[in-house]
């Protein structure tokens, strides 16, 4: 019931920025959770940033706390992901989700998108 396309994905050097879209088709998306995940090759996929559904949550790793902003705009059904100071470990390929964020956590469920390539050159 939930599609989600991502978009903004690139190629910057390190300390550079980039904004990551997450455009969702079906109405259902605004009841869930949204997440940002992350997959580096030969790395199992990681949680980076979510955001409860009417966007007064938000959940962070420590990896990218302060450097990252994760939003919502639930009018227009899409979610983001404000990327700055980017540093190279950030380095692959970034996927939303939608899910569940409850006391601090975020639960994903099995919708994502088909993932945009963020590398970040040093």
């Known amino acids: 019931q939930v599609q989600l396309v991502e978009s903004g994905g690139g190629l910057v050097q390190a300390g550079g920025s980039l904004r990551l879209s997450c455009a969702a088709s079906g109405r259902t998306f605004s009841s869930y959770a949204m997440g940002w995940f992350r997959q580096a090759p030969g790395k199992v996929r990681e949680f980076v940033a979510g955001i409860s559904w009417d966007g007064g949550s938000t959940r962070y790793t420590d990896s990218v706390k302060g450097r990252f902003t994760i939003s919502r705009d639930v009018a227009e059904n899409t979610g983001y992901l404000q990327m700055n100071s980017l540093k190279p470990e950030d380095t692959a390929v970034y996927y939303c989700?939608?899910?569940?964020?409850?006391?601090?956590?975020?639960?994903?469920?099995?919708?994502w998108g088909q993932g945009t390539q963020v590398t970040v050159s040093s």
């Open positions: 989700n939608a899910g569940n964020l409850y006391s601090g956590t975020y639960y994903p469920v099995n919708y």
